[in-house]
């Protein structure tokens, strides 16, 4: 495990490095954090995507200025589909596809904010598989899965945010022809996966809309690890 920075434009960007035990080379997963950006629950996430066997990639997606003007940043570049959110995220990519512990075929995996953007990058990124996380969806979305890599996506049936997002989604990767896993936990609310020691984030889960919920979370894992198990298997391009 390891700090790195990586160059995206005409900034650096740091992240966090996961390596899995054993001989490589590895398959590479981008891992995308949430609105709390670089915790320790985002290196979580790639410790135990490492422990499955992907090379995983954290890239601090709040480094280019405070975190409030980073987090309006991030939420205006979803809305518009393009920005540095998206420039981080591709050069992130192309920081593992260099890397010669990686196999060159790598997926990306975001949580809440960034589940949003995970869907995003499924179509025209160079990602091979795309895992979101109870993430928004766009307005667009039949344009946006259309020709998209293949997707593993999970709601919580607690989150009333995102109500019927679950069933819109596997509707509309059904409609494009994109494999796909689609979920929505019924005991599970947002952020189900996500465990953070904040304040805020302990406010919340007094709500029982939100929270971590370890079952919901295991399987959810489970499933991220066998789509891209199966779509990052073998040599890159």
């Not at 709040?62 to 809305?79: E, G, M, P």
């Not at 979370?217 to 199966?230: K, Q």
């Amino acid at each position: 495990m390891s700090e790195v920075q990586f160059r995206s434009g005409d900034a650096e960007v740091p992240a966090y490095v996961a390596e899995p035990s054993g001989q490589g080379p590895w398959p590479g997963v981008v891992v995308l954090h949430d609105v709390f950006g670089m915790t320790d629950d985002v290196r979580h996430q790639a410790d135990w995507l490492a422990s499955a066997g992907f090379l995983a990639l954290a890239p601090d997606l709040f480094s280019r200025s405070n975190k409030a003007a980073c987090i309006w940043s991030v939420f205006k570049d979803l809305r518009a589909q393009h920005g540095h959110t998206f420039d981080d995220a591709d050069a992130a990519r192309a920081w593992l596809e260099a890397d010669p512990r990686c196999t060159g075929k790598i997926g990306v995996v975001g949580f809440c904010m960034t589940g949003g953007f995970a869907l995003l990058l499924a179509h025209g990124h160079g990602f091979a598989v795309s895992s979101d996380n109870y993430g928004n969806l766009p307005a667009n979305l039949d344009e946006v899965v259309d020709g998209a890599c293949p997707v593993v996506a999970s709601y919580g049936g607690r989150d009333r945010s995102l109500r019927g997002a679950a069933t819109r989604l596997e509707h509309a990767l059904e409609k494009a022809g994109v494999p796909h896993d689609v979920k929505e936990y019924p005991d599970a609310g947002h952020g189900f996966m996500n465990r953070h020691g904040n304040a805020l984030w302990r406010m919340m889960e007094r709500t029982g809309t939100l929270g971590y919920a370890p079952a919901p979370a295991e399987d959810a894992r489970r499933r991220i690890v066998e789509l891209f198990t199966e779509h990052l298997a073998g040599p890159g391009s």
